[in-house]
């Protein structure tokens, strides 16, 4: 019996861009791939960790897995890697993500407003199905990147000491909502 091989230069092509820019996450690269208000935003949330944390290393570690999942999921959608089940899964984190960042503004603008729980609920809810869609396209190590990110910036305390209005990241929740809000009027997000 003649056994096909079944190669395909294609998926060759796009693991080796995976590989390529999962090992390549850095600021130039970042500026090739993410638009400048996205780079301000990560910025931001790579000031909050590292001061919320008082470790660089983990703060960077936080923010680089970030843009690997972010540039491998857009290396997915460029290559056409989504059924058309996962790209409804797409659809809702989508939803999701711009529930989030709606909510974050809103929190942000209007004083005592702020919730940790459903801060910290929609943010858990787009981990999930983020993790749904990309279950079998990525690595268990790229699902731990998934986890790392969500559960570092879903933790209720973290996000208590983003919203305090006078707190020490004030200046860096300002900066991140006008972000969110000119990634939503441009219709990015």
Known sequence: MVRMESFSSKDMAMQAQKKILSHMANKSVVHMFIDDTSSEILDELYRVS??????????????KDLIKIAVKIGVLFRHNRFSPEELSLAQDFKKKLHQGAMTAISFYEV???????????????CRDLLLKLVDSHLTPKSHGRINHVFNHYSDPELLTQLYNPDGPFKPNLTKICTGLNRLLEEGTL
């Open 111 to 125: 004083e005592f407003t702020f919730d940790k729980t459903v801060m910290s609920e929609i943010l858990t809810g």
């Open 50 to 63: 590292k001061e919320y944390s008082g470790n660089r290393s983990e703060a960077q570690k936080v923010v």
